[in-house]
């Protein structure tokens, strides 16, 4: 029983996840005709709870985390571990590695504009923000996916 309930916990908050990314992706093709005055104000406005200390990022950390001791948990399932290590390591694609590597530096430069001050190059740090919320966006669902398939298998 403890192993169903940590399964369904652990895609909870990976749907959860998978959620935020989504949201982000919904929102890359009205947020691409912005101008940089529209965009910075939104980006230092609309995300405030999506990232630390919000639950935003309770989230994202959690389902990595959780994710993580599943796979653990389901070590001697070799069906359900191959799914889970395969979701796992998607989710640990997408965060840490995209999320520090292509997303929070973009919000470190934003965090210091404002509408009357855009950095230079605001354009290509708002491509690799939306596009790289896209990328986690498909890595998320991909994970979500392959543990979802863990637990249907085994």
């Keep these: 029983m403890f192993l169903k309930i940590w399964r369904l916990l ?6 959860l996840f998978m959620g935020l990314e989504f949201a982000h992706t919904l929102e890359l093709p009205a947020k691409m005709q912005y101008d940089g005055a529209l965009y910075v104000t939104i980006q230092n406005s609309l995300y405030r709870y999506f990232g630390a200390p919000g ?4 989230i994202t950390v959690g389902a990595v985390l959780w994710a993580i001791a599943l796979t653990v948990l389901v070590r001697k399932h070799k069906s359900a571990f191959w ?3 395969a979701g796992t390591l ?6 840490p590695l995209i999320y520090f590597l292509r997303i929070e530096p973009v919000n470190v430069a934003i965090e210091q504009a404002n509408a009357g001050s855009l950095p ?3 354009q290509q ?3 690799q923000w939306e596009y790289a919320h896209a990328t986690n966006f498909g890595l998320s669902l991909a994970g ?9 298998d085994g």
Excluded: E
């Design 125 to 127: 740090l708002r491509n």
């Design 90 to 95: 998607c989710l640990a694609i997408a965060f």
């Design 120 to 122: 230079t190059d605001w």
């Design 83 to 85: 799914w889970t290590l």
């Design 55 to 58: 639950p935003g990022a309770f």
């Design 10 to 15: 652990t895609l909870i908050l990976v749907a």
């Design 144 to 152: 979500f996916s392959a543990i979802a398939m863990s637990i249907l």
